[in-house]
């Protein structure tokens, strides 16, 4: 411990000597000719941005124990970029979140969305993303550190679902690489709409200990969306809506596949003019495991749950932002029973809430709170949860250059035995952005 206080006393004193301006403030309040964020590159806009540190961690592998501490150097590269040529516009996004302790904490994510809009009423959307997730909390582009970088935001056209694949908290977590591609078309008739979309996910789990097949805890596999959204505009910036959705898992062990529908409605805004953005809404799901593993087990093949959710945004001023996600997913947990792998249906919820504010040109604070449970059909005394919440603050020492300061703690409970565990990570440093 004392050689990272040391540690990041010394990062501050490098810092304090150095300087940056939060991009709001540099293009809202600096005069013309004076610097501002992003760099022009034959008709885009990228912006790019590096943060450079150490980070304390007091439970490295996410261990029952808490014996796994250590310092390591941090590094966090981020990149976007915008195009804007009338009909087509195109969005990219790249960040790497790495600690060096081991691979299993390197979190990365990126992606692109391109919208094509020939007609007015008319718009086609395609879009991909690539995600390297180590734990639930340990996401670069969920659970995101809105200290070190700004939330990598794809466009809002790409079906943002915090856990697709319904993973739970735990301890020992294993990495997995997920993959997702899709496309949607909208077609907008007065102020009704009506779109459709399909969208793939496929999850490769690390396997480090080489279990093999059926033997493995984690089963790599692929998810299939597909879409079907109507809605009407009840005034400019508000509108009602009505979606169904065909949820298909399929496992390289088949064995854990199954079939999902769910119908939801809700209400929205796409206003980008207005404070709120974002959908809020709730109905029904069903899922069907294709296949019943242990006759007599108690674990049901036919589950079914209300479902809710919502995501917003809401921009009191042009220095506070508030950023709100909630999923609810149904999915299936794989678990050993003897010599035979058992398929257990699962409810997973996760939200996350975050905020940052601008407190002048040269201090910016932030903080975030996130929660996710994971229920079991049918296996007694097998529920998890956990939850996180972090602070930051960022102060601007040089117009391009911050001194970023960051605490976050993670809590896990549950019922199975030698399941619970704490988490502290500090982290210090210094983010330049070009």
Not at 112 to 140: S, V
Not at 283 to 296: A, L
Not at 415 to 420: C, F, Y
């Amino acid at each position: 411990m004392a050689k990272f206080l040391f540690l990041w006393v010394v990062l501050a004193s490098m810092a304090l000597t150095l300087g940056a301006v939060p991009r709001s403030f540099a293009e809202e309040v600096a005069p013309t000719g004076e610097y501002k964020e992003g760099l022009h590159v034959d008709g885009w806009t990228v912006f790019p941005s590096i943060f450079v540190g150490a980070v304390y961690n007091n439970n490295i592998d996410q261990t029952g124990t808490d014996t796994n501490s250590g310092t390591s150097l941090r590094v966090t590269p981020h990149l976007a970029g915008t195009y804007d040529g009338g009909m087509h516009k195109t969005t990219f996004y790249g960040i790497v979140d790495a600690e060096f302790f081991n691979t299993n904490t390197v979190a990365a994510t990126a992606g692109f969305a391109h919208a094509y809009q020939p007609m007015q009423d008319l718009a086609l959307n395609f879009y991909g993303n690539y995600t390297r997730e180590t734990d639930i909390f340990n996401n670069a582009q969920n659970f995101n550190n809105g200290a070190i970088y700004p939330t990598a935001s794809p466009n809002p056209n790409i079906p943002i679902i915090i856990n697709p694949f319904g993973t739970t908290p735990g301890v020992n977590p294993i990495p997995f690489n997920q993959f997702t591609g899709g496309a949607s078309v909208t077609k907008t008739i007065d102020q009704a709409f009506v779109s459709l979309s399909g969208t793939a996910f496929y999850i490769a789990f690390d396997h480090p200990d080489n279990i093999p097949a059926p033997f493995q805890t984690s089963h790599d596999g692929a998810s299939y969306y597909i879409s079907g959204k109507v809605g009407y505009h009840v005034m400019p910036s508000f509108y009602v809506f009505a979606e169904g959705d065909g949820i298909f898992q399929r496992f390289n062990n088949s064995l854990f596949d199954t079939n999902g529908y769910k119908v939801i409605g809700g209400v929205g805004s796409d206003d980008p003019q207005s404070l709120f953005r974002g959908e809020v809404y709730g109905g029904y799901q069903v899922q069907n495991q294709q296949n019943e593993i242990v006759i007599g087990s108690g674990v049901p093949t036919d589950v079914n749950s209300p479902v809710f959710g919502g995501r917003l945004t809401y921009l009191p001023t042009q220095y506070w932002t508030v950023t709100a996600q909630v999923d609810e997913t149904l999915g299936i947990s794989t678990t050993l029973a003897p010599s035979v792998p058992q398929g257990a249906p699962t409810r997973v919820t996760t939200a996350i809430l975050q905020t940052n504010y601008g407190l002048s040109r040269e201090w910016a604070v932030g903080a975030r709170v996130g929660y996710t449970q994971g229920y079991l059909f049918g296996v007694s005394g097998q529920n998890n949860h956990a939850w996180m919440a972090g602070a930051s603050f960022n102060y601007q020492i040089w117009r391009n250059l911050l001194l970023t300061l960051d605490y976050q703690y993670t809590n896990g409970r549950s019922d199975a035995p030698l399941s619970d565990f704490t988490r502290q990570q500090y982290t210090a440093g210094v983010t330049y952005k070009y």
